[in-house]
């Protein structure tokens, strides 16, 4: 059974940055699709940026120039870099898994706060 577990949440500041990092427990993370979404408060759940098992990446219009997802498959781990944060990015971030199955996270709070 293939387990994320998502961390580097925290309360930054508008125009700060924070780094989230997932980790996935198995041996399916290499030829997965990862993703990043958030939900924030009373909102509808979004897809924030994906990365293919080739290295291949997508971003939501609202991140492009400021976040950037990458992969290290050695360790099982996905990463979303987060720069240049405003007040709108607030939300709970899930790291999600995809191949033959769909697999989440627990979720880490990313609070962006003056």
């Known amino acids: 059974q293939v387990q994320l577990v998502e961390s580097g949440g925290g309360l930054v500041q508008p125009g700060g940055s924070l780094r989230l990092s997932c980790a996935a427990s198995g041996r399916i993370f290499s030829m997965s699709y990862m993703s990043w979404y958030r939900q924030a408060l009373g909102k509808q759940r979004e897809l924030v940026a994906g990365?293919?098992?080739?290295?291949?990446?997508n971003y939501a219009d609202s991140v492009k120039g400021r976040f950037t997802i990458s992969r290290d498959n050695a360790k099982n781990t996905v990463y979303l870099q987060m720069n240049s944060l405003k007040l709108e990015d607030t939300a709970v971030y899930y790291c999600n898994l995809r191949l033959t199955n769909n697999i989440w996270g627990q979720g880490t709070q990313v609070t962006v706060s003056s």
């Open positions: 990365i293919s098992s080739g290295g291949a990446t």
